[in-house]
């Protein structure tokens, strides 16, 4: 059996219907990710090998938080790496705003792309600078002539990149008064007789350093930082 309500008792109905319609139409709205209002914290620099946690905000239309919870499917976090061309996918954590950590050895530059559905959030990618570490001696790379054979000149010069754990060239230069890198050369001509040798210089952390070799024969090079001999020493040139 029908129940008929009175016209102003329809009205009442409908217009309630219309006003929970409304309410769950703008809620929906509040409730999409708007990309450009949405964004990401991030450091602007970073230690090769340690971590740089970040977050990523994200907001609605009407820049109104929006908690991370199911927005799981559609947000992804990439590190690409500028000078090695790497892409590494990262973890988010979802609390409250999702979280995410980074972490790389390669120096240089890095871009942090956060994207949802595929569009990147706010000014995504971010970069990050990535410093090298500190010096580690087992890394140095020595190079020129002079470490293996050349002809016997009042000079000689070779040159110390310095470099952290990981391979990293180290740009900056310690003061060459410093006592973390030496270099003591000798001429070996049946006993070994200590000779003139020093480090000349130092641009971006590549020491330029030189011993005397006027005569020909054979040499003892060592070299190293902090007490440690770099990969190489003590090197055997041979004049000639």
Known sequence: RRVHGT???CLFFFEMIRGICITIAIVLVHCQVSPNNSGIIS???????????????LRDSKNVLIGCSGNEKNITATLQSTSTGSITPLTLTCSGNFTGVIQTTQSGYSLLVVTFNGIPLGSSPYITEILPGLPNA???????ASLTK???VPYEF???QACDQYGNKVTDCEPITSTKLSVNANYCQG???????AIQSCVQGAYALYYNGTSAGSYQLRIQYGGVAIPGS?????LV
């Open 43 to 57: 450091p602007s620099s970073l230690i090769a090998g340690q971590n740089g946690p970040f977050t990523v905000v």
């Open 138 to 144: 087992a890394k140095f790379v020595a190079y020129g």
């Open 158 to 160: 070779a040159t110390v």
């Open 191 to 197: 006993t070994c007789q200590p000779i003139l040798s």
């Open 7 to 9: 016209p102003s008792e």
């Open 234 to 238: 003590p090197f055997t040139p041979t």
């Open 150 to 152: 050349t002809a016997a």
